[in-house]
Nanobody
Framework: QVQLVESGGGSVQAGASLNLSCAASGFRFSSYCMAWFRQTPGHPREKVASINLDLATSYVDSVKGRFTISRDNEKNILYLQMNSLQPDDTAIYFC????????????????????WGKGTSVSISS
């Protein structure tokens, strides 16, 4: 069955970096666009970044220039390199897979994603 397992979260100070990973299994990873979302209590999930099969990427404005999404189709792993972290980046981070083969995740929302990991916690102190 499809599994997405995030790792790499932690508690760091502002300005630090973290590299999140999402290990995927149970489906043909290279055929689906993938995305990272984040959520804080009382707020809806926010799409942070996405990456398509052709490696086209998109980012929410608040992380542009600081975060980089990438994928390793040989290892079936999705990454999110997060630099210059700020307290507003504090959240649970989830990776997600689009519901459709060969679809684009650019412009996709959480309603377009059919599988989710359980999340990894990121806490940034000032």
């Amino acid at each position: 069955q499809v599994q997405l397992v995030e790792s790499g979260g932690g508690s760091v100070q502002a300005g630090a970096s973290l590299n999140l990973s999402c290990a995927a299994s149970g489906f043909r990873f290279s055929s689906y666009c993938m995305a990272w979302f984040r959520q804080t209590p009382g707020h809806p999930r926010e799409k942070v970044a996405s990456i398509n099969l052709d490696l086209a990427t998109s980012y929410v404005d608040s992380v542009k220039g600081r975060f980089t999404i990438s994928r390793d189709n040989e290892k079936n792993i999705l990454y999110l390199q997060m630099n210059s972290l700020q307290p507003d980046d504090t959240a649970i981070y989830f990776c997600a897979r689009h519901r459709s083969l060969y679809a684009s995740c650019i412009g996709a929302g959480d309603q377009d994603m059919s599988y989710w990991g359980k999340g990894t916690s990121v806490s940034i102190s000032s």
